[in-house]
C-alpha cells in the first residue's frame, strides 16, 4: 500500500485520521460527539479557493453548521484571536475546526485558549509558566490541515505575536492539543509549486532542528530522522507536480517534525520568528532563508548528527556535503539563499538580532547564542 492512498489511524497521543478521504470525516464525527455549530478557522486565501468551497459543501450536507472566521493575518496577531473568540461567542458555536495552514491552527488553537480564560492572550507565554493558567475547559477542537509545513494540526502550542512590539509568542499546554486530525493529502494538490516548497521547507527545519536540540529524548530523535528521510525523499517532486504519494509523505514529514520538536527547536527559528514580525516573510520561506546559516553556526556540535543525516539520505558524511546539498535544495525549490534573493533590502540587523535573541526557541539550540553571533549570522545573510 502506498503511503496516503488509504485512510489510517494512528495515535500519538490524539487521534490521527491520515489518507486521502480523511476531510470527509469531519462532520460524523462532530455530530457524533453531540456538537452541532462549528466556527471554521480558515485564512482569506484559502476561503476563496473551490477546494475550500468543496469542504463546506461536505460539511453542510452532513448537517453541520460552519461558521467561517477568516480574518486572519499571514502572521498572526493577538487581534485575530480576539476577533475570533468574539465570533465564536456571538454566534452561540460548540466546537473550532482548525482549517488551512500553520497561522489558521494557530489562531484556531489561541481561539480555543481564549473562549473560557478571561486572562490576557499573554499570560499564557510558555517562557514565563503561562500554561498554569490554562484552568477552564477547552471547547472541542479538531484540524485539517491543507499545507505540509508547521505540523500545528498535532501541536499543544500556539505562536501568536505582540501587535505592537511584534514580538512572537508560544503559547503552551498539553490541553490545547486537537481532539482529532483529519489529515488529508488530497487537500495539498492544488497547493501551488512556491508554497509547496515554502511550507516543505517549514517541515525540514522543524525535523532537523528537533534532532539537534539539545534535549533528551532518543524516541523525537527517530521521529525526526525519518522525518529527514520522507522530505529529502519527496520535497522536490512535490514541489513540481500535484502527486499523491509524495505530497503524503511531505504531510506526514510535517505530522513528525512537529511532534519531534516537543524536544526543542533551535537558532534558525529564532532567527527566522523575527523576519515574519518585521517583514510580513513567508515562515516556510524564512526558515529555508536561515537554515543554512543555522547549521552552519551548530556544525562543531552536531557533526555527528550531521554526518548520520548524510548516510540517511545517501550523500557524503561532511558537514560541507550537507550544507551543499542544502544550498542546492535551496536552488531547485527556487528558495532564497541570501535576503538581497528574498527581497529584503537594507534589513534591521539590530532589530532583527534583538528580536532572535528574546525568541524562545535558541534557548533548545545546542550552542548558546549571543546578540554578537545574531548579527553576525545575519549580516552574513546580507548576500
Request: proline share 4%.
Amino acid at each position: 500500500m502506498k503511503i496516503g492512498e488509504n485512510i489510517v489511524q494512528y495515535n500519538f497521543p490524539t487521534v490521527i485520521r491520515f489518507g486521502k478521504g480523511a476531510s470527509d470525516e469531519i462532520g460524523p464525527h462532530l455530530l457524533s460527539v453531540g456538537k452541532k455549530r462549528a466556527l471554521i478557522v480558515s485564512d482569506p486565501g484559502l476561503t476563496g479557493l473551490s477546494l475550500f468551497e468543496k469542504i463546506m459543501s461536505k460539511i453542510s450536507q452532513q448537517k453541520l453548521e460552519g461558521i467561517v472566521f477568516s480574518s486572519i493575518d499571514k502572521n498572526p496577531i493577538e487581534k485575530n484571536v480576539l476577533d475570533g473568540v468574539e465570533a465564536y461567542k456571538q454566534q452561540d458555536c460548540d466546537c473550532i475546526i482548525g482549517l488551512g495552514g500553520g497561522a489558521s491552527m494557530d489562531v484556531a488553537r489561541a481561539i480555543a485558549l481564549k473562549v473560557n480564560h478571561d486572562r490576557d492572550l499573554f499570560d499564557f507565554d510558555d517562557s514565563k509558566g503561562g500554561d498554569k493558567y490554562v484552568v477552564n475547559d477547552i471547547p472541542y477542537f479538531v484540524t485539517v490541515p491543507t499545507t505540509s509545513g508547521t505540523g500545528s494540526e498535532v501541536g499543544r502550542s500556539t505562536v501568536i505575536s505582540d501587535d505592537i512590539t511584534k514580538q512572537k509568542k508560544v503559547l503552551f499546554s498539553p490541553e490545547l492539543m486537537a481532539k482529532r486530525v483529519f489529515a488529508d493529502p488530497e487537500l495539498t494538490m492544488e497547493l501551488p509549486s512556491f508554497i509547496t516548497a515554502a511550507t516543505g521547507m517549514d517541515a525540514l527545519s522543524h525535523n532537523l532542528e528537533a534532532y539537534f536540540s539539545k534535549g533528551f529524548s532518543p524516541m523525537c530523535d527517530g521521529i525526526a530522522l525519518e522525518g529527514i528521510r520522507l522530505i529529502f525523499d519527496s520535497i522536490e517532486k512535490a514541489s513540481s507536480s500535484a502527486d499523491l504519494e509524495s505530497r503524503s509523505k511531505m504531510m506526514m514529514a510535517a505530522l513528525m517534525g512537529a511532534t519531534a520538536f516537543q524536544k526543542g527547536l533551535g537558532i534558525v527559528h529564532s532567527m527566522a520568528h523575527p523576519l515574519s514580525t518585521l517583514y510580513d516573510t513567508h515562515h516556510g520561506l524564512a526558515n529555508a532563508l536561515m537554515l543554512r546559516y543555522g547549521v552552519e553556526f551548530n556544525a562543531n556540535a552536531c557533526e555527528d548528527r550531521i554526518r548520520n543525516i548524510c548516510q540517511l539520505i545517501g550523500i557524503e558524511p561532511s558537514v560541507d556535503c550537507f550544507l551543499s546539498h542544502l544550498e542546492s535544495l535551496n536552488k531547485s525549490l527556487d528558495m532564497p539563499l541570501n535576503f538581497k534573493e528574498a527581497g529584503i533590502i537594507d534589513p534591521d540587523i539590530d532589530q532583527l538580532s534583538k528580536l532572535a535573541l528574546e525568541d524562545a526557541c535558541h534557548q533548545c539550540n545546542p550552542i548558546s547564542v549571543t546578540l554578537e553571533d545574531f548579527k553576525s549570522i545575519y549580516t552574513k545573510a546580507l548576500g
